[in-house]
């Protein structure tokens, strides 16, 4: 059947694939629009499949919070290339997952993919975008944060053009508290804390920074009693490395830790969780 310019118009605004491939799916359908995106979708699923093993490292990380600023969220969709990754239309993508996981928050990635998108989950959208644009895509990375009111406020902030995003919550709410938020966020994004502070480290590491201190104490000639001394001192320069409270504030232009900062806004300001996601 014959199958006009206007409808494959139509069903290419419907679901952003190529003019051939809507052309090719409406006349395999004969016409039937419902049939022709299923054809889409299924097409997109079955070149998802061809790209399994194939590494997406490019993308966008979305940060958003909402308006009253009680809860945020990141989301990371990864690509297989920079081109792709800086195209209105993959980061428009990007930001209509956001903004379904920002209404709904659902509890992890899994819960977020299984989220309605239009006639789709989210998961099927992603599958059916793949086939659409030619390479493997997928929603990497998923967090967020949630305050109760009255508890504080979570602040946004987007690193070097979306590649990385980051969610940091204060415990007091206030516009006057903004700035700090976002230059805490800013943090975060710069020094890669690992934690909030030494309590949120896992043993895991504490046990291994232990380790290597008293093993480099030793190849030192250190005495072996003095070897944990040296080594809880090591774990103190650590956790003043690699915990945000800890951390020396990047734009302070003295020694002053992150929490030094905020209590110098107010005495009782501070962070109580971050989300950092970042591409690579």
């Given at each position: 059947?014959?199958?006009?310019?206007?409808?494959?118009?139509?069903?290419?605004?419907?679901?952003?694939?190529?003019?051939?491939?809507?052309?090719?799916?409406?006349?395999?359908?004969?016409?039937?629009?419902?049939?022709?995106?299923?054809?889409?979708?299924?097409?997109?699923?079955?070149?998802?499949?061809?790209?399994?093993?194939?590494?997406?490292?490019?993308?966008?990380?979305?940060?958003?919070?909402?308006?009253?600023?009680?809860?945020?969220?990141?989301?990371?969709?990864?690509?297989?290339?920079?081109?792709?990754?800086?195209?209105?239309?993959?980061?428009a993508l990007a930001e209509?997952?956001?903004?379904?996981?920002?209404?709904?928050?659902?509890?992890?990635?899994?819960?977020l993919l299984a989220l309605?998108?239009?006639?789709?989950?989210?998961?099927?959208?992603?599958?059916?975008?793949?086939?659409?644009?030619?390479?493997?895509?997928?929603?990497?990375?998923?967090?967020?944060?949630?305050?109760?009111?009255?508890?504080?406020?979570?602040?946004?902030?987007?690193?070097?053009?979306?590649?990385?995003?980051?969610?940091?919550?204060?415990?007091?709410?206030?516009?006057?508290?903004?700035?700090?938020?976002?230059?805490?966020?800013?943090?975060?994004?710069?020094?890669?804390?690992?934690?909030?502070?030494?309590?949120?480290?896992?043993?895991?590491?504490?046990e291994k920074e232990i380790?290597?201190?008293?093993?480099?104490?030793?190849?030192?000639?250190?005495?072996?009693?003095?070897?944990?001394?040296?080594?809880?001192?090591?774990?103190?320069?650590?956790?003043?490395?690699?915990?945000?409270?800890?951390?020396?504030?990047?734009?302070?232009?003295?020694?002053?830790?992150?929490?030094?900062?905020?209590?110098?806004?107010?005495?009782?300001?501070?962070?109580?969780?971050?989300?950092?996601?970042?591409?690579?």
């Amino acid at each position: 059947m014959s199958i006009s310019a206007a409808d494959v118009k139509k069903l290419r605004d419907q679901t952003g694939a190529g003019m051939m491939d809507c052309k090719k799916a409406l006349t395999e359908a004969e016409g039937d629009f419902s049939k022709a995106i299923e054809n889409l979708r299924k097409k997109g699923q079955k070149l998802s499949a061809k790209r399994a093993d194939r590494e997406a490292k490019e993308g966008v990380v979305i940060a958003k919070t909402s308006a009253n600023k009680n809860k945020g969220i990141v989301v990371r969709l990864s690509c297989e290339t920079d081109f792709v990754s800086k195209g209105e239309d993959f980061v428009a993508l990007a930001e209509s997952f956001a903004e379904i996981a920002l209404k709904s928050l659902p509890a992890d990635k899994d819960a977020l993919l299984a989220l309605p998108y239009e006639d789709m989950t989210v998961g099927e959208k992603v599958e059916q975008q793949t086939g659409v644009i030619g390479e493997k895509l997928e929603i990497s990375d998923y967090a967020k944060i949630e305050t109760e009111s009255g508890e504080g406020q979570v602040l946004p902030y987007i690193h070097m053009g979306h590649k990385a995003g980051v969610i940091v919550a204060l415990n007091m709410e206030g516009p006057q508290f903004e700035e700090a938020g976002k230059n805490v966020a800013m943090q975060v994004a710069a020094m890669r804390p690992i934690a909030l502070n030494k309590d949120g480290v896992d043993s895991s590491i504490v046990e291994k920074e232990i380790e290597i201190g008293m093993e480099l104490a030793r190849k030192e000639g250190k005495p072996e009693a003095m070897l944990d001394r040296i080594a809880q001192g090591k774990l103190n320069k650590f956790f003043k490395e690699n915990t945000l409270l800890d951390q020396t504030y990047v734009k302070a232009t003295s020694k002053e830790s992150v929490q030094g900062y905020l209590h110098a806004i107010d005495p009782n300001l501070t962070v109580t969780a971050f989300k950092h996601i970042k591409l690579g």
